[in-house]
T-cell receptor
Framework: GNSVTQMEGPVTLSEEAFLTINCTYT??????LFWYVQYPGEGLQLLLK?????DKGSNKGFEATYRKETTSFHLEKGSVQVSDSAVYFC????????????FGKGTMLLVSP | EPEVTQTPSHQVTQMGQEVILRCVPI?????FYWYRQILGQKVEFLVS????????KSEIFDDQFSVERPDGSNFTLKIRSTKLEDSAMYFC??????????????FGSGTRLTVV
């Protein structure tokens, strides 16, 4: 079956540091890949997505590239802000009619001033 | 921007009681979902709903759970007899069937269910 593995958190960084959160996946076929973010007390928000190999999703300074050869979709940001503190979830959706999402366990990011 | 609305935002119920969680999906979406997140754990798929019937469900979605779309607008999750381990954040999501590989999920902000 499908699965998503994320690095364990929490990840603790100082403001303006470089961020990488690793994500690897197992899936049959050609899944779509997503990063969701959950700010404290809020629901899940789509941060970015990529739907085919070598696609780069980007939003709010975050980027992730769909690497089929390494089955990875690592999240990066060049300079984090305190407001980026949240839980980040990597997820995939296979190409089927109903397309349920399979999530990783989430990685908490804590950014200090 | 269209959004998925969930009510209530927080519900406390006694063990053994029935609860109904409500969701209003985006109006032109065709697929509807419930996911849950037990505190500190990953978000888990519960059930998907399409064309007025369940299309897929996980092993979590046992006979205590049911879903319906009673009026073409609301999408509800009912837990018949709540257990302590049902305490979680429940997320509703809806999706339209876009181009191949382009799946547009929208999640609601969740209902936090606390069973005491």
């Amino acid at each position: 079956g499908n699965s998503v593995t994320q690095m364990e958190g929490p990840v603790t960084l100082s403001e303006e540091a470089f961020l990488t959160i690793n994500c690897t996946y197992t899936a049959t076929g050609y899944p779509s890949l997503f990063w969701y973010v959950q700010y404290p007390g809020e629901g899940l928000q789509l941060l970015l997505k990529a739907t085919k190999a070598d696609d780069k999703g980007s939003n709010k300074g975050f980027e992730a590239t769909y690497r089929k050869e390494t089955t990875s979709f690592h999240l990066e940001k060049g300079s984090v802000q305190v407001s980026d503190s949240a839980v980040y979830f990597c997820a995939l959706s296979d190409y089927s009619g109903y397309s349920t999402l399979t999530f990783g366990k989430g990685t908490m990011l804590l950014v200090s001033p | 921007e269209p959004e998925v609305t969930q009510t209530p935002s927080h519900q406390v119920t006694q063990m053994g009681q029935e609860v109904i969680l409500r969701c209003v999906p985006i109006s032109n979406h065709l697929y509807f979902y419930w996911y849950r997140q037990i505190l500190g754990q990953k978000v888990e798929f519960l059930v998907s709903f399409y064309n007025n019937e369940i299309s897929e469900k996980s092993e979590i979605f046992d006979d205590q759970f049911s879903v319906e779309r009673p009026d073409g607008s609301n999408f509800t999750l009912k837990i018949r007899s709540t257990k302590l381990e049902d305490s979680a954040m429940y997320f509703c999501a809806s999706k339209t069937k876009g181009a191949i590989g382009n799946y547009g999920y929208t999640f609601g902000s969740g209902t936090r269910l606390t069973v005491v």
